[in-house]
């Protein structure tokens, strides 16, 4: 799909002007697969509940992503009512968040909403919240609280996420180490609740239809007489010699006959130009296309190893129970670490080839790590964050 070169609202002659008759509305914004991923299930919980008929949940997606967005929207049968459709090639942060400015007043101007709803740390998530807060409408922020302390990794979402914390007045925290990250930044206590992260709803009811024997669509062919590695990648930080180190690592770790390596490659130019000149042609490294959601989880499932800088997928694999070396220096999640399933390894080849080889080689230690942990949430947290914004709206509960 090509995006539009001029950002455009659509979708506004769907959604009737707001009237006192008409039902609270919550205005949903997102751009990103892994906002959609995580605020679609909550979408679902929001339209399912039976006291809809005094709450409206209104979709307004940035259309930061576009293939890797409408991928999501598709899975999860949601239809935007206005898609700013932002994305272009190689997109700019200051153009970006200019863009996104100038884009979201006019949604919140028609929608009207009594609360509006941003997840996570990205580019929309600053810019939702800050719009949100310029129209003097409250700010519910899903997945509050993530903190590395340090501005520069990962880069810009730990600045955007200290700063959507200033800019909220619901703070859904996944666990309770993030709400008290936001507790000793002087967050009243009222405003925080622990729900568990909405990303792990989503894996959880994949994984349930997965295992119930639904036909996931992964195409790759897989190797069962080979251990399967699955790796991703995309931090800013890492852009230029960062990600040769990585791709030095993963062609080394490929030399083994017993592996196979499978990389659904990230469209950001940045990762894709040197991912594909430096390991395209590698006769044991598939490099595909994002993939969807259903089959990207059926093959974390089937992995035996996942090497990754991505948050989502972080918080995801424990679940499967898979262990995670994580691309990175620093980490938001250290509960997973805690819990001995992920392992940061940085971006040095020396460090990412010695810890691969040490799971492959060591079956104890690979059982070790392959325990399934559920630190990041239970499945129920957009119930949580749907009981609690009734609450907050003082919509009577069923
Ligand atoms: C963004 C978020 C990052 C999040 C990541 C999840 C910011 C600044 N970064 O990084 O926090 O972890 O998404 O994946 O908010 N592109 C496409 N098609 C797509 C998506 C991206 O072609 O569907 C290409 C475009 O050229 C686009 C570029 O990737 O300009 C960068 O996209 P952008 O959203 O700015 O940054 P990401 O690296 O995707
Ligand atoms: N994911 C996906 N297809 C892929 C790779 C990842 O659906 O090919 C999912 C993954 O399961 C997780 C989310 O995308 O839920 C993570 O997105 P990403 O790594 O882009 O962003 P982050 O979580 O680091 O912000």
């Known amino acids: 799909m090509t995006s539009p070169k001029v950002a455009s609202l659509t979708g506004t002659n769907s959604l009737p002007n707001k009237t006192a008759a008409t039902p609270k509305r919550v205005l949903l914004i997102f751009g990103t697969r892994p906002e959609a991923i995580k605020l679609c299930p909550l979408v679902g919980t929001l ?28 899975i999860f049968g949601v239809r935007p009512d206005f898609d700013l459709a932002i994305m272009q090639q190689g997109q700019t942060l200051p153009e970006l968040t200019a863009r996104l400015l100038q884009a979201l007043p006019p949604v919140l101007e028609k929608v009207q909403p009594s609360l509006t709803i941003v997840q996570g740390d990205t580019t929309t998530t600053l810019c939702g919240a800050l719009a949100a807060f310029y129209a003097g409408i409250p700010v519910a922020h899903v997945e509050a609280g993530l903190r590395t302390f340090n ?63 639904t036909h996931s669509g992964l195409t790759v062919p897989l190797d069962p007489a080979r251990k399967l590695i699955v790796v991703t990648a995309h931090r800013r930080e890492s852009f230029g010699h960062g990600f040769e180190k990585i791709c030095r690592a993963i062609a080394q770790l ?145």
């Open 47 to 74: 339209r399912n509940i039976s006291f809809n008929v005094h709450l409206e949940p209104v979709v307004c997606v940035t259309g930061q992503h576009r293939e890797m967005l409408d991928q999501v929207l598709e």
């Open 254 to 398: 490929a030399d083994r006959a017993d592996v196979q390596i499978v990389w659904p490659v990230h469209r950001n130019p940045n990762v894709l130009k040197p991912v594909d000149a430096l390991l395209r042609g590698h006769p044991n490294i598939t490099l595909i296309d994002p993939l969807e959601y259903l089959p990207f989880v059926d093959l974390m499932r089937r992995a035996y190893l996942i090497i990754t800088d991505s948050g989502g997928v972080q918080e995801e694999a424990p679940s499967l129970g898979k262990p995670v070396l994580v691309l990175r220096d620093t980490t938001e999640r250290p509960e997973a670490v805690a819990a001995g399933t992920v392992r940061l390894v940085g971006t040095d080849p020396a460090k990412i080839v010695a810890e691969s080889l040490y799971l492959l080689d060591n079956p104890a230690e690979y059982r070790r790590m392959s325990e399934v942990h559920n630190p990041y949430g239970d499945g129920q947290a957009c119930g949580r964050i749907t009981q609690a914004i009734a609450s907050h709206l003082s919509i009577p509960l069923p």
């Open 151 to 213: 501005f520069r990794s990962p880069f810009p979402e730990e600045m955007n996420r200290v700063l959507a914390t200033r800019l909220t007045t619901l703070h859904f925290a996944a666990t309770s180490g993030a709400a008290d990250h936001l507790l000793r930044e002087g967050v009243p206590p009222a405003s925080i609740q622990v729900t568990g992260n909405t990303g792990i709803d989503a894996v959880l009811a994949v994984r349930d239809r997965l295992e119930a024997g």
